[in-house]
C-alpha cells in the first residue's frame, strides 16, 4: 500500500509548519511527505528541522483566481481570511497532482499536533482506494448553521473536517480543480470553508467516517475523554493566537508549548506567543 501526504505552506506559518511537520513525520517515519510552499517565502528553518526525512519542498506561486472575488458571505468572515483563498486553492491542486502517486494521499493542516501513528486508521477503516475517509464534524455544523440562521449546501449526514483527510486515489476525479473553480463561481456566496466545502460537496457520494482521534477538535465532545492522534488547533484560538476559551483545553496549549520549546528552529517571537496564551 503506497501512502503519500502532502501539507500547504503560505507565508506566515512557517513555525505551525515545524511543530505539525516534525511531530507528523516523528510518528509516521514511513510515509513520504510533500509540502508545496509559496514562492517567495523563506522556509529554510522548516527545511533544517526536517533535514534527512523523506520531505519534499515545492516552491509554487499559490493559484490567484479571478472566482476568489465573489467568495464572501454575511458570515464569512468568521471562518476564514481573504488573503487565505488562495492557499485553500493549492490545496486542491496539489490533490489533483498527487492522485496519481499513491495508492492513499493525506492532507495535513498545519495548525496540528500529531501524538501517535496514523497507521491504524488504515486498519480501523481498511480504506479502499475510491473512498475518502475524515473525522465527522456534522453535529457542530449544524449547531452552527442553525445558530446563524443559513441555508447549508451540504446536507449529507457526514461532513468531514479537511485538517486531516485519508484521500483514496481513485476517489479524486482529474479534473478536481476545475470543478473547484466551478464551483466557487457557483456557490462562493455561501461558503464557510470553501476548501472544505467543497470536498464535502463534491465527493459526498465517496465520504466515510473515522474515529474522532484521527483529527481532534476543540469543537468535539470527545475533546477531554479521547486520547488524540492528532490534536487541531482550528479557528480563531490556537496556542500562537489566543487563550482557549474553555479551560479543560488549557492542556493541548501548554502540550504544544512544551513540544515548540524542544524545537530549535521555532522562532523566539513564536515561543512568545505560546507563552503569553499558554
Known sequence: MNIK?????????????IIALTSFTSYNPG????????????????????RGL?????????????????????????????EALPAFAQRIKSLEEMRTEGDFIINLD????????????????????????????????????????????????IYINSGFVIYGREAIPDDLFDKYRTFLWRYGDRLFCPEQDFINWSLADRIEAIPSNYNMMFTSEDYTRTAPVIIHYLGDAKPWTGVPRDPR???????????????PEVSPDFLQKLAINS
Not at 501526504?5 to 506559518?13: I, L, S, T
Not at 511527505?33 to 517567495?40: K, P, S, T
Not at 523523506?54 to 516552491?59: C, H, K, L, Q, S
Not at 475518502?132 to 443559513?150: C, M, P, T
Open 31 to 50: 510515509i513520504p511527505m510533500r509540502v508545496y510552499i509559496e514562492a517567495g517565502v523563506n522556509y529554510k528553518r522548516l527545511a533544517r528541522s526536517l
Open 5 to 17: 501526504a502532502f501539507a500547504v505552506c503560505d507565508a506566515g506559518y512557517v513555525d505551525p509548519a
Open 110 to 157: 498545519l495548525d496540528t499536533l500529531t501524538r501517535n501513528s496514523i497507521r491504524t486508521a488504515f486498519e480501523r477503516v481498511r480504506p479502499q482506494r475510491h473512498r475518502v475517509y475524515g473525522v465527522n464534524e456534522r453535529k457542530n455544523r449544524d449547531r452552527w448553521v442553525s445558530s446563524l440562521g443559513v441555508e447549508d449546501i451540504t446536507s449529507g449526514p
Open 249 to 263: 483545553i488549557s492542556y493541548y496549549f501548554r502540550l504544544y508549548r512544551r513540544v515548540a520549546e524542544r524545537e
Open 54 to 82: 523523506p520531505v519534499e519542498f515545492r516552491e509554487v506561486d499559490f493559484p490567484q483566481l479571478p472566482e476568489h472575488s465573489g467568495v464572501h458571505s454575511k458570515y464569512s468572515d468568521l471562518f476564514f481570511r481573504p
